[in-house]
């Protein structure tokens, strides 16, 4: 349950966690008194600290140290006390040359998007893929491999490429192209969860039925897209990052956190969770669902168009990194990158 703050105890608590984003280090009651035009004597800070302690939004590591956040001193920090910064002009104008046009290939523009997170925040940052499911379909292939294999390349409007094998189909390479030209005639302009919607209605016409031709082509294109919805990818852009930061020389904490970047399911879990809620959303401690990063703080959103959501991004730091600035950061890419996509 949420404490309710003075002003007093809130500027204490904010002071506390600037500085402590700022260093790293424990924060003591001088360096308050100096630094940030409290108008109160050290020991009423301390008297101050002690209230915010037993309250459990600050801790102290050793007797003879200062103090520093604990999770919930930071949720109440981040919910009541900061201020996000602007995007400066300078930073706009960098993301907006990199992906404020349309390149022709989508994957390029989630890389700058990747990039960018990771530079302006020196943290690591994540993105989800768009679901091939809301692909806007330009092309469907098929390939015949051997007497047991047909290679399924789909082809989104804007170049994403979603490849998937079929297994048990001995069919000539004449009629598989007879298969993809009637394919594109027909559904080439729609997603793929549409395209999958009006197969599955064909499929049960009775027309259909007796057309060897559009049966076939239907069963084999149904076989392919029945796992779009499943394959969903993620990249991750320096992770290093993390670990430039002090308070991650703990080899069990690097090792946990390790393995979650190489488990990508543990992150998956937790960007999932935004994509189709609206703005920034922060996890610390346990909102991360034993990810193995409770340690870091994740700052994430979704990023699509009007009701249709694409994939997610993000940005995985130090429980201490600078959420003023990252939190608009990740705001105004999702919502760059989002306008881009429109005709994904």
């Not at 007093?8 to 600037?18: D, S, Y």
């Not at 402590?20 to 600290?49: C, D, F, H, Q, T």
């Not at 760059?336 to 994904?344: F, K, M, S, Y």
């Amino acid at each position: 349950m949420k404490s309710i703050l003075d002003i007093r105890q809130k500027r204490i608590l904010g002071a506390i966690i600037h500085e402590y984003i700022a260093g790293g280090e424990p924060v003591g009651s001088g360096i308050l008194a100096r630094k940030y035009g409290l108008s109160l004597s050290s020991a009423s800070i301390r008297n101050v600290m002690s209230d915010l302690e037993e309250i459990g939004y600050l801790s102290q590591p050793h007797i003879s140290a200062g103090r520093i956040p604990t999770i919930d001193g930071m949720r109440f920090y981040l919910e009541e006390i900061l201020e996000p910064q602007s995007i400066s002009e300078g930073d706009m104008s960098l993301i907006e040359g990199r992906i404020g046009k349309k390149s022709g290939n989508v994957e390029t523009t989630l890389k700058d998007a990747l990039y960018l997170l990771s530079n302006f925040s020196k943290a690591a940052s994540v993105i989800v893929l768009p679901k091939p499911d809301s692909f806007v379909l330009k092309n469907i292939e098929f390939i015949r491999i051997n007497n047991e294999r047909v290679l399924v390349i789909l082809v989104s409007r804007l170049g994403m490429v979603y490849n998937h094998i079929v297994y048990g189909e001995d069919i000539s390479q004449d009629e598989l192209i007879k298969y993809s030209n009637y394919l594109n005639d027909k559904y080439a302009g729609l997603t793929i969860r549409q395209m999958r919607d009006k197969l599955a209605r064909e499929m049960s016409d009775e027309k259909t039925r007796f057309d060897t031709l559009v049966n076939q082509a239907i069963s084999l294109s149904m076989r392919a897209l029945d796992t779009v919805e499943k394959d969903v990818d993620m990249w991750i852009e320096g992770k290093e990052s993390v670990f430039d930061y002090p308070g991650f020389a703990d080899l069990g904490k690097i090792k946990e956190i390790v393995g979650a970047f190489e488990d990508k399911g543990k992150i998956l879990r937790i960007l999932n969770r935004v994509i189709e809620s609206p703005g920034v959303k922060v996890f610390l401690g346990d909102d991360q669902d034993r990810t193995g990063i409770a340690d870091c703080g994740v700052v994430a959103a979704g990023y699509g168009k009007g009701d249709l959501a694409f994939g997610s991004l993000g940005i995985i730091g130090p429980l201490r990194m600078d959420y003023s600035r990252v939190i608009p950061l990740v705001d105004y890419i999702s919502k760059a990158l989002g306008n881009l996509l429109e005709d994904i």
